[in-house]
């Protein structure tokens, strides 16, 4: 190829530089048809989600249409004894409410628990002991929600509501833990401990993994400045997995937001926002429909597909989130 | 080596290993500490394990300064927050553990009948003794469900995760997305779907209905351990196998997913873990039945969570009995389904 | 005879001849009957070396034959790798580092390491990272930017980087991210400097600017670094010791002036080797 030399200041424009080849790759049928197929299978779910979405909304659209944001926005659920639901009023709001406060109550408790026990595992565990103890974690987080709710019932809330009790006592000054009747089982407080039971080893074994996942070069260059074991726990390993934490922690979320048989069984729903945590009085979005299902009319069924799909917006909400955070703040790399 | 004659090799020695003298004092602590808290919580009458908590960990946080002061700051912070996480992980493990003994000592009680597992519950009731009656209808429609479920959902995943990492096709981004957020679609929301579809559509629950709404659950986990797995696949084995001119389908079919076969296994095992007791979404679609069924379209069908989600609310003596052999044998289930997944993971590393 | 750093010159050999040569010469580090395991593989094999202070001594031989292994030995670092084992003394000021009574956190600190990837912390700043070992061991300074500017000019980097403190480690090349990390290093000021193959990731230019650095520190430090690379050992180093595993443990085959050991080794492995015929 003769390059032309140009002395010039001019950055030379070299010639003859041919076009680039596109390169076609021309598959054969037997790989359409496999490409085919598997995209047919791959985009179900894609389907599988929509549909979701769209059968709730049409099924429930009736009560959309009638009762539009006070839907959302107003606490009265009464279901009327007429077939078109002329005398019937619904609301989810209480409900929602609810569902957010346990949720959170969930969170900050399993959080501190979640994060202490995964460095627990990774870094304090004798090695002989850490695969059992990781498989003990793996388990808990596969527990059936009615067993950790047979459980609640009839070992742990008991504790629970002394617990609410002793809080109220010390610090009942505190709005939130404020009561009106002195009645403290299945309250929102006792829920969101049961939940957070629930989540804690989600989230632990999402924060254990990425905790494992600290390059050992930086663990390494700590403890090489003479750094003690928290030290290097605080400048590499923290840092490092924060992304992974806030993932395991929304996922966690996620899970006590859609959460069902437990608090069913744990806490007294009522059809009033409630703030005072520790009193036997709250909400919660599936364990509504969970209690109103049996009993309930044609037109009350498409009231609770509507708070079926309330809940759904919010879990995808809060799910697709997570995973933005995630993708966005990975590990960083060097 | 030298040319001298050496002296015998000494023995490995380990100057960094904690010695039990070294942690002599700590443990003198945590009992010390025990002990006393013990005695606060019996003089003062503070409840049961929680109050002795509250009493333990400022002895144990004191102790640990006065411990670690000669050592300088870093030592004593490291000491502290050390002690602190053990104790954060205490906490976080006590539940399950007092679950775990809990299901285990108490549903021993009505599993150790036999007919709890050869007997179901069409003529017997709440009241009855634990020598009559048993879960075999609850096991056969989970049994029933479950496989409905897998057989649903492993072609499916494995799909999903094939077009993710082998064909890479443009939405692949927008897959592993809509997988990822399906994880999160909660359980009652699975079975309204269902329910506003199949169960108004054949106007009865069914254990098909239960099935279904189990996939949706159960999908996004085989999807994900499954992509997961074939990532695994060197890209080595992939360029040979195409370098022998096999077109893309005969790479995955015959050289891809063999080497995974385990993992694809493990993925289904993790995705029928996941499912197995999940009550939510059946309370909609397979509803209960006190009798064994065996036909998934002909109405109701029991399964493990929602008989013991039933015997919970009936609240007899008896009723409770059964409802922790219940739970034990869903826990028994978990196990046995993460042991072989555990074991099975190791096989396709060479 | 002396020299280039007019240090009397003595052969740097095992144990007894060792020992004396150690009441004239001051010791920066000594090693004595270090032998290695991991697990039941028995890596090193009783290997004595003194390291005179101030002075760069390179360690060299093949892969495998157990010069990282010794070097993480003599600031603790080998510990850290389950089932690890060893056997013998490492003595700074006459005390052995790995008694009982020891911290070994407080050993890291007078006994500083370089690693072969730079990793500088990634969630930090440059000067963050300088500062961390500081921060870490909670070490008083008199002015935090003083010791930052001090130990990137030490390290060669300063000039580079004195506009961009607050830029992430990540953020640099790759020669000038182990130069940071040589000054991360440097601030908590150790008496030895241990260095396993810093080179190895670098291009020619940093490498070069890297061992300028190195003959800087040694005026005023003890350095001991792992190098693959025969020149750098030749250009860098006053002693050499040459490890073999041999399919046996890793072992010392030879030690001593570095001049000697390239043109008149005694051992004729150590001759092959330097001269490549193998490794």
Not at chain 1, 125 to 141: K, N, Q
Not at chain 1, 304 to 319: D, E, I, K, Y
Not at chain 2, 162 to 171: D, F, N, S
Not at chain 2, 241 to 257: E, K
């Amino acid at each position: 190829m003769g390059a032309v030399v140009d002395s010039g200041s001019e950055r030379a424009v070299p010639l003859n530089v041919p076009a680039k080849r596109e390169i076609v790759a021309r598959s054969s049928r037997g790989d359409r048809i496999f490409r085919g197929i598997v995209s047919a299978g791959a985009l179900s779910s894609l389907v599988l989600l929509g549909l979701i979405a769209v059968f709730l909304i049409v099924r429930s659209g009736e009560i959309f249409g009638r009762f539009g944001l006070d839907f959302i926005f107003s606490s009265d659920w009464t279901a009327g004894a007429e077939a078109d639901g002329s005398d019937s009023t619904f609301g989810v709001w209480a409900m929602l409410i609810g569902t957010i406060i346990v949720s959170l109550i969930a969170v900050i408790v399993a959080l501190p628990l979640a994060v202490g026990a995964a460095l627990f595992i990774e870094f304090y565990l004798p090695e002989r002991l850490r695969s059992a103890v990781r498989m003990l974690v793996d388990i808990s987080a596969a527990v059936p929600s009615v067993v950790y709710g047979l459980w609640a019932v009839s070992i742990f809330s008991g504790a629970a509501s002394s617990w609410g009790e002793l809080l109220h006592k010390f610090a009942g000054w505190f709005p939130l833990f404020g009561v009106e009747n002195e009645q403290y089982d299945r309250s929102p407080f006792v829920a969101g401990l049961v939940l957070a039971i629930m989540i804690t080893p989600i989230i632990t074994s999402v924060s254990r993994e990425v905790f494992s996942r600290t390059p050992p070069d930086l663990v390494n260059a700590s403890y090489a400045l003479g750094g003690s074991r928290w030290g290097a726990i605080r400048n590499v390993v923290l840092p490092y997995g924060s992304s992974g934490v806030v993932g395991g922690t929304m996922l966690g979320l996620g899970r006590a937001l859609g959460e069902t048989v437990a608090v069913y069984l744990v806490l007294n729903l009522v059809f009033k926002p409630n703030f005072r945590i520790l009193e036997s009085q709250g909400g919660n979005v599936a364990s509504l429909i969970a209690t109103k299902f049996g009993e309930a009319s044609q037109y009350e069924i498409k009231a609770l597909l509507a708070a079926g799909f309330v809940l759904f917006v919010l879990t995808m909400v809060v799910n697709m989130a997570a995973t933005y955070i995630v993708q966005k703040k990975s590990p960083l790399e060097s | 080596m030298s040319d001298t004659a050496l002296a015998p090799t000494p023995a490995p020695i380990r100057p960094w290993k904690v010695t039990p003298r070294m942690v002599a004092p700590q443990l003198g602590l945590a009992f010390g500490g025990a002990v006393a808290a013990m005695a606060v919580v019996l003089a003062t009458g503070l409840a049961g394990f929680d109050g002795w908590l509250v009493v333990f960990v400022p002895i144990s946080i004191i102790g640990t300064l006065l411990l670690s002061r000669s050592k300088g700051a870093v030592a004593s912070v490291d000491a502290i927050v050390g002690n602190g996480i053990v104790t954060v992980a205490g906490i976080s493990f006590y539940p399950i553990v007092s679950l775990l003994w809990t299901v285990i000592s108490q549903g021993l009680d009505a599993l150790l009948n036999w007919n709890f597992v050869s007997s179901d519950m069409r003529i017997s009731g709440p009241d009855d003794e634990l020598n009559m009656g048993g879960a075999l209808h609850a096991l056969v429609g989970t049994l029933m469900m479950v496989s409905i479920a897998a057989v649903i959902t492993l072609p499916l995943g494995v799909l999903t995760a094939v077009y993710v990492t082998e064909v890479r096709g443009k939405l692949r981004t927008l897959v592993r997305f809509i997988i990822q957020s399906m994880s999160g679609v909660p359980s009652i929301v699975a079975g309204l779907f269902i329910y506003s579809t199949v169960v108004m559509g054949m106007n009865k629950f069914s254990g098909l209905a239960g099935g279904l709404a189990l996939a949706i659950l159960m999908l996004p986990t085989v999807a994900r351990t499954a992509e997961e797995v074939l990532k695994l696949v060197p890209d080595d084995l992939r360029s040979a196998s195409y370098a022998l001119g096999a077109p893309q389908w005969r790479t995955t079919l015959f050289v891809v997913l063999p080497t995974v076969r385990s993992g694809i296994v493990t993925s289904g095992i993790l995705g029928v873990a996941r499912i197995a007791g999940e009550t939510a979404p059946l309370l909609l679609t397979a509803s209960y039945f006190t009798a064994t069924t065996f036909s998934p379209t002909e109405g109701p069908v029991a399964s493990l969570p929602m008989f013991t989600f039933g015997l919970l609310q009936s609240g007899t003596e008896y009723s409770f009995a059964r409802a922790w052999a219940c739970s034990l044998l869903l826990l028994l289930a978990v196990f046995v389904l993460f042991t072989i997944a555990r074991a099975l993971s190791g096989r396709d590393k060479r | 005879m002396t020299d280039v750093k007019g240090h009397e010159v003595t052969k740097m050999v095992e144990t007894q001849e060792a020992v004396a040569v150690s009441s004239r010469q001051k010791a920066g580090l000594e090693a004595r009957g270090i032998h290695a395991w991991f697990d039941k593989h028995h890596a090193l094999e009783d290997v004595n070396l003194f390291f005179p202070e101030n002075t760069v001594t390179g360690l060299i031989g093949p892969s495998g034959c157990g010069k990282s292994t010794f070097l993480r030995i003599l600031n603790r670092m080998h510990e850290f790798i389950p089932k690890a084992a060893m056997a013998g003394e490492v003595l700074l000021h006459d005390g052995d580092i790995y008694d009982p009574s020891v911290n070994p956190a407080e050993i890291r600190l007078k006994i500083g390491m370089v690693f072969q990837k730079p990793n500088p912390f990634p969630a930090m700043t440059i000067a963050e990272n300088v500062v961390a070992g500081v921060k870490l061991a909670k070490l008083k300074v008199a002015s935090r930017d003083e010791v930052i500017e001090e130990c990137l000019t030490r390290a060669g980097l300063w000039k580079e980087v004195k506009d961009r403190l607050g830029a992430k480690g990540g953020s640099l090349s790759g020669g000038q991210q182990q130069r940071l990390c040589i000054a991360r290093a440097l601030a908590v000021n150790p008496e030895v400097l241990l260095m396993d193959e810093p080179c190895s990731a670098l291009d020619p230019g940093s490498t070069l600017r890297i061992e300028e650095t190195i003959g800087e520190l040694s005026k005023t430090m003890t350095i001991i670094i792992v190098t693959h690379n025969m020149q750098q050992a030749a250009r860098v180093s006053d002693y050499c010791a040459f490890f073999l595993a041999d399919g046996g443990p890793g072992h010392l085959v030879e030690s001593g002036l570095t001049s000697q050991m390239f043109t008149t080794p005694t051992d004729k492995r150590t001759e092959d080797y330097v001269q490549g015929r193998f490794g």
